[in-house]
């Protein structure tokens, strides 16, 4: 008998409610288990503490925040992150941790996003 792996964990952030569950469940249905969603870089600082994900997959603005300290820690502990974002180029740009970060843009294509998070 052959066993299958286990799922990769993804960390979902993402402060729009409806957002976040489009992507939780496209997520899940590509057969990924999701860590969060987290709604602001308090509470995704909180479950990073707690549990290491495969990958992540972030906004980058968080009501009036951004989310360069969850994306600055990501990058330190070699967790790879795309961006689904309505951010321009120009906006991630001015910070570091973003510049290089692929963005998929918002409204985000739910079957694109699988595939990315898929090869990172």
């Not at 980058?60 to 180029?89: C, N, R, Y």
């Amino acid at each position: 008998m052959i066993d299958n792996p286990p799922a990769k964990r993804i960390l979902v952030v993402e402060d729009e409610v409806w957002l976040a569950i489009e992507l939780e469940d496209a997520l899940r249905e590509g057969g990924f288990d999701v860590i969060g969603p987290a709604a602001s870089v308090r509470q995704a600082l909180s479950l990073l503490n707690d549990e290491r994900p495969d990958a992540a997959v972030l906004d980058v603005t968080l009501g009036g925040e951004k989310v360069t300290p969850v994306a600055l820690l990501l990058k330190s502990i070699g967790i790879p992150f795309v961006l689904a974002s309505a951010s321009d180029a120009a906006e991630l740009a001015r910070h570091d941790c973003l510049a290089d970060a692929r963005n998929l843009g918002k409204p985000t294509d739910l079957v694109k996003l699988v595939e990315v998070v898929r090869g990172l």
